[in-house]
Nanobody
Framework: QVQLVESGGGLVQAGGSLRLSCAAS????????MGWFRQAPGKERQFVAA????????NYADSVKGRFTISRDNAMNMVYLQMNSLKPEDTAVYYC????????????????WGQGTQVTVSS
């Protein structure tokens, strides 16, 4: 069982930055791929970024490439999402997910989820 708690969301102007954090409660954190997904009102949850257990393998949605960076601290059981050059279309609830094994951008592959943190980007 993995419990995930996100933090760091908020209201920011377009062009600004936010850093999301996700704390995981598991002794085997380093064996999990960690991912970030987001869900805007009226839309399905969509993939944002993922990092394999050693962060050597990362994957990003095309819409965030060059603006967002996923990183993880296995010693602290933390994963982060640095979001720069934010746009109004980035507004969504952001969720942290965990899956055993390799990187995936498929939501159903992730077996554990946090409660989400709201990110609102004003124009």
């Amino acid at each position: 069982q993995v419990q995930l708690v996100e933090s760091g969301g908020g209201l920011v102007q377009a062009g600004g930055s936010l850093r999301l954090s996700c704390a995981a409660s598991t002794r085997t954190f380093s064996f999990y791929t960690m991912g970030w997904f987001r869900q805007a009102p009226g839309k399905e949850r969509q993939f944002v970024a993922a990092a394999s257990r050693l962060s050597g393998n990362t994957n990003y949605a095309d819409s965030v490439k060059g603006r967002f960076t996923i990183s993880r601290d296995n010693a602290m059981n933390m994963v982060y999402l640095q979001m720069n050059s934010l746009k109004p279309e980035d507004t969504a609830v952001y969720y942290c997910g965990a899956k055993w094994g390799g990187v995936s951008n498929v939501e159903v592959d992730y077996g554990f989820w946090g409660q989400g943190t709201q990110v609102t980007v004003s124009s």
